[in-house]
Nanobody, 124 residues
Framework: QVQLVESGGGLVQAGGSLRLSCAAS????????LGWFRQTPEKDHGEFVA?????????NYGDSVRGRFTISRDNSKNTISLQMNSLKEEDTALYSC????????????????WGQGTQVTVSS
């Protein structure tokens, strides 16, 4: 069992920055790839945002955030972070942390564990 707790959401103006964190705990958490997803009421399914391998050596990003967001991992603290720059109104969503067997699994929305999510609101 892996537990994930997100933090760092809030309200920010367009063009601004925000940093999200996800604290992971539980059995063998260091063996999981971790990633971020986002969900809005208007969409039927969550959108893949970014993922990082258990070693931190591999990352991947969704097309809509590539170049603006950066995912990182600190295995000594079992946390991942998502640095979000140049935020746009369309980035407004509930951001959730997920754990899976690999980056490819996360990209395919094959998520073994979910966090509760943290709201990000970008105003104009």
């Amino acid at each position: 069992q892996v537990q994930l707790v997100e933090s760092g959401g809030g309200l920010v103006q367009a063009g601004g920055s925000l940093r999200l964190s996800c604290a992971a705990s539980g059995r063998l958490v260091e063996n999981y790839a971790l990633g971020w997803f986002r969900q809005t009421p208007e969409k039927d399914h969550g959108e893949f945002v970014a993922a990082i391998s258990w070693s931190g050596s591999w990352t991947n990003y969704g097309d809509s955030v590539r170049g603006r967001f950066t995912i990182s991992r600190d295995n000594s603290k079992n946390t991942i972070s998502l640095q979000m720059n140049s935020l746009k109104e369309e980035d407004t969503a509930l951001y959730s942390c997920g754990a899976g067997s690999s980056i490819a699994a996360l990209e395919a929305s094959n998520v073994a564990y979910w966090g509760q999510g943290t709201q990000v609101t970008v105003s104009s």
